[in-house]
């Protein structure tokens, strides 16, 4: 008889291998027939979304972490922009002063 490895995943037992002789096409919860990524520490399966995802708590302190740096990075370039964005503000504004004037003689 064909044995068949699948993976059981809910709120209880977040990630376990199950292995049965009954064929799976597709997912039936609790049972997940796609492996996790082997670069999760913990996996969870999201039903809502369809995908594994880490459960690890070191993992998520990682993520928020970089999701931190990420932010201020972004921080950064927006404080950039905002200092362009004045720049140009007060090119327009001596342009239409020196227009008004009658131009450059």
């Given at each position: 008889?064909?044995?068949?490895?699948y993976y059981f995943?809910?709120?209880?037992?977040p990630?376990?291998?199950?292995?049965t002789t009954h064929?799976y096409k597709?997912?039936?919860?609790p049972?997940?027939?796609?492996?996790?990524d082997?670069?999760?520490?913990e996996?969870?399966?999201?039903w809502?979304?369809?995908?594994?995802?880490?459960?690890?708590?070191e993992?998520?302190?990682?993520?928020?972490?970089?999701?931190e740096q990420?932010?201020q990075?972004?921080?950064a370039v927006k404080?950039?922009?905002?200092?362009?964005?004045?720049?140009?503000?007060?090119?327009t504004?001596l342009?239409?002063?020196i227009?008004?004037?009658?131009?450059?003689?």
């Amino acid at each position: 008889m064909q044995q068949y490895n699948y993976y059981f995943s809910n709120d209880s037992i977040p990630f376990d291998t199950i292995t049965t002789t009954h064929e799976y096409k597709e997912n039936h919860y609790p049972i997940v027939i796609t492996q996790p990524d082997t670069s999760l520490k913990e996996p969870k399966y999201d039903w809502a979304k369809g995908v594994w995802i880490e459960n690890a708590a070191e993992s998520q302190g990682e993520k928020i972490q970089k999701l931190e740096q990420e932010i201020q990075a972004l921080q950064a370039v927006k404080t950039k922009l905002d200092s362009i964005v004045q720049s140009q503000k007060m090119i327009t504004m001596l342009t239409n002063e020196i227009v008004k004037k009658g131009g450059i003689q």
